[in-house]
T-cell receptor
Framework: QVQLVQSGPEMKKPGASVMVSCKASGYTFNNYGITWVRQAPGQGLEWMGW????????NFAQRFQGRVVMTTETSSTTAFMELRGLRPNDTAVYYC?????????????WGQGSLISVSS | QSVLTQPPSVSGTPGQTLTISCSGA????????VLWYQQFPGTAPKLLIY???QRPSGVPDRFSGSKSGPSASLIISGLRSEDEADYYCATWDDTLGGRVFGGGTKLTVV
C-alpha cells in the first residue's frame, strides 16, 4: 500500500533552517510528484509547492519563493523540503503528499505530518 | 485570506443532508477540477472527492461533490456523528500558478 513516512518533530530558533524528509513506498516513486502542505496551529491548509522526482521540476507558492528548497532522492525514494530563514509564524505541521502532476491530479496519499516549532 | 471561500462552520443533526460550499473564481474553480478533503484533529487530511465528484475507493457514497461555474459543493447525506471533522476544498489557480485550499469548514453534528 502507498505510504509516506515523514521525519520527526523539530524545534528551531528564528533564522535557522529545517529539513523535513518524506520516505515513499508502495508505488513507483518517479511516476508521481510530491506536494508539500503546511498547517499552522488551529489554521487551515496552505500549499507550499510541488516537485517531480522524475524531472526535478519544481513549482513553489509565491510566498515561499527563495526560502524553500525541494529535492528528491530516487535511490531512497525520499523527498526533502528545506525551509530557510525560519520565523515564529513558520510553526506548523508540514505534510508531504503524493501528487502526480502537481496541477490537475488528485493529492491522494499524505504523510503523517512533521511538527516544526520555531521559537527563541 | 484564502482564495477559495468556505463557511467557517456548519452544523447538522444525524440523518440530515448537509452542503458545504466552496466559492472561487474563473481562474480557479471555474477552470479546474475541485478536490475535497476531510481532516480529523491531529491527523492528516484524507481525500474525499476528486475531479469534482469522483470518490476514491473506500469513501462512502454518502459523500458527493458538485461544481457549477466558480463554485463547488460537498454534499453529505445521512449525516453521522463520525462525520464531525474539518473539510477543505482545493483546486489550481491560474493567476497564482499553484494549488489553493479553502479556509476549511468545521462540521458539527448536534
Amino acid at each position: 500500500q502507498v505510504q509516506l513516512v515523514q521525519s520527526g518533530p523539530e524545534m528551531k530558533k528564528p533564522g535557522a533552517s529545517v529539513m523535513v524528509s518524506c520516505k515513499a513506498s508502495g508505488y513507483t516513486f518517479n511516476n508521481y510528484g510530491i506536494t508539500w502542505v503546511r498547517q499552522a496551529p488551529g489554521q487551515g491548509l496552505e500549499w507550499m509547492g510541488w516537485i517531480s522526482p522524475h524531472t526535478g521540476k519544481t513549482n513553489f507558492a509565491q510566498r515561499f519563493q527563495g526560502r524553500v528548497v525541494m529535492t528528491t532522492e530516487t535511490s531512497s525514494t525520499t523527498a526533502f523540503m528545506e525551509l530557510r530563514g525560519l520565523r515564529p509564524n513558520d510553526t506548523a505541521v508540514y505534510y508531504c503528499a503524493r501528487d502526480e502532476d502537481g496541477y490537475k491530479s488528485e493529492i491522494d496519499h499524505w504523510g503523517q505530518g512533521s511538527l516544526i516549532s520555531v521559537s527563541s | 485570506q484564502s482564495v477559495l471561500t468556505q463557511p467557517p462552520s456548519v452544523s447538522g443533526t444525524p440523518g440530515q443532508t448537509l452542503t458545504i460550499s466552496c466559492s472561487g473564481a474563473v481562474s480557479n474553480i471555474d477552470s479546474h477540477y475541485v478536490l475535497w478533503y476531510q481532516q480529523f484533529p491531529g491527523t492528516a487530511p484524507k481525500l474525499l472527492i476528486y475531479k469534482n465528484f469522483q470518490r476514491p475507493s473506500g469513501v462512502p457514497d454518502r459523500f458527493s461533490g458538485s461544481k457549477s461555474g466558480p463554485s463547488a459543493s460537498l454534499i453529505i447525506s445521512g449525516l453521522r456523528s463520525e462525520d464531525e471533522a474539518d473539510y477543505y476544498c482545493a483546486t489550481w489557480d491560474d493567476t497564482l500558478g499553484g494549488r489553493v485550499f479553502g479556509g476549511g469548514t468545521k462540521l458539527t453534528v448536534v
